[in-house]
């Protein structure tokens, strides 16, 4: 049986992380933004007390576009659903396994966050952050390694939020996974990101080597189509063999101006670089839209959704639609990542083509990318959009000290470069060896002194400045 157990306390923490190099995906364009980290202390049935943490940008604009809303407004609701969901949370004083807690959790958490105007995605993001951290105390305390401790399943994982799957089918899932040693990077270029020459997409020291390419898409398919083909050239100068994925991040209004761009792909001789070599198509309409919208013969090419994926039952009514496969981002939750690759699974066994990816929310140095590599490493994600070593300077405003302790603990995921400690990419890969100390994928705790207190959120956004 799955040990039981109950949260005693959560904390939140954050700190400002300032971006080497703009960033612009979607209609948003990010220079810097708060990481929040947080520590659960919880008491586990028969053995004793552990504290476990996580962290996980406070990405603007992402978990929420609505048009009404700022950048920093979408910030205050990420905070909001941090704060709702560590009342839902301590509120269970009975003992329960970690997704049992989950369970009775997660319903409650929307159903509050939609009460103060906060959609789902949003919402999710609360549980999604306390679950990592949960699990973390969960594995320090029984001594186990992520790895080991899921493949039990440790968190007691079963098929009560997922009606197409019985709980035996999660279990066999779990019981047959064993960790990838490497895990390929995904460059992301971003729609400010330089193209050509030095420090574009080609040069070595901007990619790191990488084999894969996430190309970011604006909505416009003439000049989506146009950026694509210079990228191509250059991506085609590679002494080596590549693959790309384009994420068009909810910019693309309807189905007709994704014909119009899928059309160029197919027919147009000067996007065949980016064409042959294309993997998917990521989220190119609004999540509403999408909901709505059958993909039909545009599923000769395969897409799959990530914005969209604010429920269990996301997957499935994607696969419906004609999506071939969803994103696994911890920040979505870890659990509905294990559900989600237990789909793809099913169904890819039964002869349908389908698949989960790894699509990075620019992670940082530290806790959040170690776990969110050992998430994508435990279901089979081979290759991975990893930006934020990108985008931030190595640890970026991370206390030294702390840097160097990451270091220390795990030297295959890091190195000293330049004066800075960074992630360590070997040929086009991240290695896992190292996540495999107790606890979720990190023998070192964070700096919680080097922190502020989580910023208390601001009232509410009115009705009369929504319309």
Not at 50 to 63: N, Q
Not at 305 to 327: K, M, N, Q, T
Not at 372 to 385: K, M, N, R, S, Y
Not at 432 to 438: H, N
């Amino acid at each position: 049986m799955p040990p039981r157990l109950v949260v005693k306390d959560i904390a939140f923490f954050e700190r400002q992380v300032t971006f080497a190099r703009p960033f612009r995906f979607g209609a948003v364009v990010i220079n810097a933004t708060p990481q929040v980290f947080v520590r659960v202390e919880i008491e586990v049935e028969g053995k004793g007390r552990a504290v476990g943490d996580s962290a996980e940008f406070l990405v603007p604009k992402w978990f929420d576009k609505r048009p009404h809303l700022s950048p920093a407004e979408t910030v205050t609701e990420l905070r909001r659903s941090l704060i709702i969901a560590r009342d839902i949370y301590l509120a269970q004083t009975a003992f329960e396994t970690a997704f049992g807690l989950h369970a009775a959790c997660i319903g409650l958490q929307t159903e509050a966050c939609a009460a103060v105007d906060i959609p789902p995605l949003a919402a999710a993001y609360g549980p999604a952050e306390i679950d990592k951290a949960i699990l973390d105390a969960l594995l320090r305390c029984t001594g186990a390694n992520f790895f080991d401790g899921m493949a039990a399943n440790i968190a007691g994982i079963d098929a009560r939020l997922s009606r197409d799957l019985g709980d035996d089918d999660v279990a066999r899932f779990l019981a047959g996974r064993s960790r990838l040693e490497r895990v390929a990077i995904r460059h992301t270029v971003g729609m400010d990101d330089k193209v050509e020459g030095e420090g574009g997409v080609a040069d070595r020291k901007e990619n790191a080597g990488a084999r894969y390419f996430k190309l970011k898409l604006n909505g416009d398919p003439a000049h989506d189509a146009d950026r694509l083909s210079r990228i191509g050239k250059e991506l085609a100068t590679l002494p080596y063999d590549y693959r790309v994925t384009l994420d068009a991040n909810e910019q693309y209004a309807d189905l007709a101006a994704l014909s119009a761009l899928v059309e160029r792909l197919d027919r147009d001789a000067a996007l065949r670089p980016i064409a042959q070599k294309l993997l998917y198509i990521e989220q190119p309409m609004p999540r509403d839209i999408t909901k709505a919208s059958p993909l039909g013969a545009l599923a000769r090419r395969d897409f799959i959704v990530d914005e969209a994926d604010d429920s269990y039952d996301a997957f499935p009514v994607a696969r419906a639609l004609g999506y071939r496969g969803i994103s696994s981002k911890s920040c979505k939750g870890i659990y509905k990542s294990v559900i989600n690759a237990t789909r793809a699974a099913q169904w890819s066994a039964a002869g349908e083509k389908c698949f989960i990816a790894g699509e990075d929310l620019t992670c940082q140095a530290g806790l959040a990318v170690q776990q969110d590599l050992a998430l994508g490493a435990l279901i089979g994600v081979t290759h991975a959009e990893r930006n934020g070593h990108h985008y931030v300077d190595g640890f970026g405003d991370t206390p030294a000290t702390e840097a160097e302790a990451f270091l220390a603990g795990h030297p295959d995921l890091y190195v000293r470069d330049g004066g800075k400690i960074r992630l360590a990419i070997h040929d086009g890969d991240l290695l896992t060896g190292s996540l495999t100390t107790p606890g979720f994928a990190t023998a070192v705790h964070p700096d919680w002194s080097a922190m502020s207190p989580l910023a208390a959120p601001t009232a509410k956004i009115s009705l009369e400045k929504a319309v």
